[in-house]
């Protein structure tokens, strides 16, 4: 359904270095450096016929997480869900909500985690079991 994220960031660098670490835990290494024509900066970051990418804003106002919104990656197992949280936190972000762990929902048990990027923005790790 997706072919893309594209999230803003004030720190275009530090922003690279936090997914890096995150997103290496998912097995995505490598990013790609951008500049449009106007000068903005991006990084993106493509696996499994997946992108996220980062971005100054190309309206050269401060980037700002979305009310409401939420990005989440799947994860192979519990255990990659703990791990992707960790790695963030280490790295700078924002443990939010409950701990990463099982949950009971109306979609049945889905195990998750919560954290804010350096720039605000909503992560969250899921696997669901079976």
Request: aromatic share 6%.
């Amino acid at each position: 359904m997706f072919n893309h994220i594209m999230i803003g960031t004030n720190d275009i660098e530090k922003s690279r270095a936090f997914y890096e670490k995150v997103l290496g835990v998912l097995g995505a290494t490598k990013s790609m450096d951008n500049t449009t024509a106007g000068g903005t900066k991006r990084v993106f970051f493509m696996h499994d016929g997946n992108t996220l990418a980062l971005s100054q804003p190309i309206d050269g106002e401060p980037a700002t997480a979305a009310n409401g919104m939420t990005i989440g990656f799947k994860c192979s197992s519990p255990e990659q869900v703990k791990e992707l949280h960790d790695v963030a936190i280490e790295a700078g972000g924002t443990s939010i909500e409950d701990p990463p762990g099982l949950r009971e929902t109306t979609m049945g048990p889905i195990h998750l985690s919560y954290f804010r990027d350096l720039d605000g923005h909503k992560i969250c790790g899921i696997h669901r079991p079976g």
